[in-house]
């Protein structure tokens, strides 16, 4: 039964059939070869109460959220006030693109929006000041994967769904591990442009006066973050709640900088609608597949034939790491947690592991498959944006921050207070 489910899903994904289908034609498969009732008939059941999840309704408002942000203006003018802060280091605008990506992840909670947003301002600037094209490409595509780290997060209320954590807590062990991925990347970029100077481009210059008038332009993403994870840790407001919060701030800024348009808002629910759409499409297949997985066995057979392997819990994590970085090139994100997480999950919690601190590893993981071909997703949101040259530039571009998240991973392993530090003193 293993087998022939690997077997299925990999033809699947191999045929290019959309993640979404791909799944729920598995568990029609699986379901007159293993079950002697006709599960399809839980269908609707299924979905109805897979949907009806509050926590759910986080996921299309955290979209809206960043949308509107972008439709306003507002990323375009936090990247420059970026440039302007960031660009005397070695690598100039690289950093930036990374500042703004961990700035822009603190609203909008996706990792594509954030590739695409920053991205979008980004791209131009690499012909005018002479960059290393890979290196920069890669900034871009690794600076987006900060959208499902730093709070809020889209995938970290699904991990909270799906192992019954709390997303508040999941949400302060993010911060740390995130600021330090940004920390990282930009040191990858310092590393690169100090070994060869030739990719850093030329240098931007900026005068302390011009600085610190463009702190302006910073104000707006960082108040809607302190209101919608304020709110939150305040007590004030559910994780859904505060997204609904986040929604209203940003149409009241679009509005104060005379954006708000019916036809920006219709662009932005048109975008959310599509994005979502495509989300919960995910989700309703891989719970289609997860329950005739679990009805017929299979689940516990997985389960069974892991814990049978007798491995210690410092194997069992260095198979999970494994294991999650060799999906993560066949898999897209939110197929590949919905679909292993109830799995993983409970083995190693039944390890000893803490599920806060596993979520964030796992969050990790899930950020190295947006950028490792062949289905990394930002390497092709980033290309997308390019309109010109070939995927292999944003692949090795790449590369080296997928060492940085390696180097994260292990001290996430050294040092589990890294994300578990700040739960404990809000508790």
């Given at each position: 039964?293993?087998a022939t489910t690997l077997i299925l899903l990999l033809v699947l994904i191999g045929?290019?059939?959309?993640?979404?289908?791909?799944?729920?034609?598995?568990?029609?498969?699986?379901?007159?070869?293993?079950?002697?009732?006709?599960?399809?008939?839980?269908?609707?059941?299924?979905?109805?109460?897979?949907?009806?999840?509050?926590?759910?309704?986080?996921?299309?408002?955290?979209?809206?959220?960043?949308?509107?942000?972008?439709?306003?203006?507002?990323?375009?003018?936090?990247?420059?006030?970026?440039?302007?802060?960031?660009?005397?280091?070695?690598?100039?605008l690289m950093h930036a693109n990374i500042g703004a990506s961990a700035l822009f992840?603190?609203?909008?909670?996706?990792?594509?929006?954030?590739?695409?947003?920053?991205?979008?301002?980004?791209?131009?600037?690499?012909?005018?000041?002479?960059?290393?094209?890979?290196?920069?490409?890669?900034?871009?595509?690794?600076?987006?994967?900060?959208?499902?780290?730093?709070?809020?997060?889209?995938?970290?209320?699904?991990?909270?769904?799906?192992?019954?954590?709390?997303?508040?807590?999941?949400?302060?062990?993010?911060?740390?591990?995130?600021?330090?991925?940004?920390?990282?990347?930009?040191?990858?970029?310092?590393?690169?442009?100090?070994?060869?100077?030739?990719?850093?481009?030329?240098?931007?210059?900026?005068?302390?006066?011009?600085?610190?008038?463009?702190?302006?332009?910073?104000?707006?993403?960082?108040?809607?973050?302190?209101?919608?994870?304020?709110?939150?840790?305040?007590?004030?407001?559910?994780?859904?709640?505060?997204?609904?919060?986040?929604?209203?701030?940003?149409?009241?800024?679009?509005?104060?900088?005379?954006?708000?348009?019916?036809?920006?808002?219709?662009?932005?629910?048109?975008?959310?609608?599509?994005?979502?759409?495509?989300?919960?499409?995910?989700?309703?297949?891989?719970?289609?597949?997860?329950?005739v997985m679990s009805a017929t066995g299979i689940t516990d057979a997985i389960t069974?034939?892991?814990?049978?392997?007798?491995?210690?819990?410092?194997?069992?994590?260095?198979?999970?790491?494994?294991?999650?970085?060799?999906?993560?090139?066949?898999?897209?994100?939110?197929?590949?947690?919905?679909?292993?997480?109830?799995?993983?999950?409970?083995?190693?919690?039944?390890?000893?592991?803490?599920?806060?601190?596993?979520?964030?590893?796992?969050?990790?993981?899930?950020?190295?498959?947006?950028?490792?071909?062949?289905?990394?997703?930002?390497?092709?949101?980033?290309?997308?944006?390019?309109?010109?040259?070939?995927?292999?530039?944003?692949?090795?571009?790449?590369?080296?921050?997928?060492?940085?998240?390696?180097?994260?991973?292990?001290?996430?392993?050294?040092?589990?207070?890294?994300?578990?530090?700040?739960?404990?003193?809000?508790?």
């Amino acid at each position: 039964m293993i087998a022939t489910t690997l077997i299925l899903l990999l033809v699947l994904i191999g045929l290019s059939i959309p993640v979404g289908a791909a799944l729920g034609v598995l568990g029609l498969i699986l379901d007159p070869l293993y079950s002697m009732l006709p599960l399809t008939r839980g269908i609707g059941e299924l979905a109805w109460s897979t949907n009806n999840e509050f926590l759910l309704v986080a996921i299309p408002l955290f979209i809206l959220l960043g949308e509107i942000l972008l439709r306003s203006g507002f990323a375009e003018r936090m990247y420059g006030a970026m440039s302007l802060w960031l660009s005397w280091l070695p690598g100039g605008l690289m950093h930036a693109n990374i500042g703004a990506s961990a700035l822009f992840a603190a609203t909008s909670g996706s990792s594509v929006a954030t590739a695409a947003t920053v991205g979008t301002v980004a791209l131009p600037q690499i012909k005018r000041y002479g960059y290393n094209e890979p290196l920069f490409l890669g900034s871009l595509a690794a600076g987006g994967t900060l959208g499902i780290l730093i709070p809020p997060s889209i995938n970290l209320v699904l991990y909270g769904v799906l192992t019954n954590s709390s997303v508040p807590k999941l949400y302060l062990a993010g911060i740390i591990p995130g600021l330090l991925l940004a920390g990282l990347f930009m040191l990858t970029v310092i590393i690169g442009c100090v070994v060869k100077p030739e990719w850093g481009g030329r240098r931007i210059t900026a005068s302390w006066g011009e600085r610190f008038a463009s702190l302006a332009h910073l104000a707006p993403p960082l108040g809607i973050f302190f209101l919608v994870v304020g709110s939150i840790y305040a007590g004030l407001a559910t994780p859904t709640e505060a997204a609904a919060l986040g929604v209203t701030g940003a149409m009241l800024l679009a509005a104060w900088s005379r954006r708000l348009t019916l036809s920006m808002l219709r662009e932005a629910v048109e975008g959310t609608m599509k994005a979502t759409a495509m989300i919960m499409l995910i989700i309703l297949a891989a719970a289609f597949l997860n329950f005739v997985m679990s009805a017929t066995g299979i689940t516990d057979a997985i389960t069974n034939s892991i814990r049978g392997l007798g491995f210690s819990p410092v194997q069992m994590l260095v198979v999970i790491v494994v294991f999650y970085l060799i999906l993560g090139c066949f898999m897209e994100t939110l197929s590949m947690m919905i679909t292993t997480i109830p799995i993983v999950a409970p083995i190693m919690i039944g390890l000893g592991y803490d599920p806060i601190w596993l979520g964030i590893l796992i969050i990790v993981l899930v950020e190295a498959a947006l950028i490792t071909p062949p289905v990394g997703l930002n390497l092709f949101v980033v290309q997308s944006l390019r309109k010109s040259g070939t995927m292999n530039a944003v692949i090795v571009g790449s590369m080296p921050y997928v060492a940085a998240m390696a180097a994260l991973l292990l001290l996430l392993a050294l040092f589990p207070d890294l994300a578990l530090f700040l739960p404990r003193v809000f508790e």
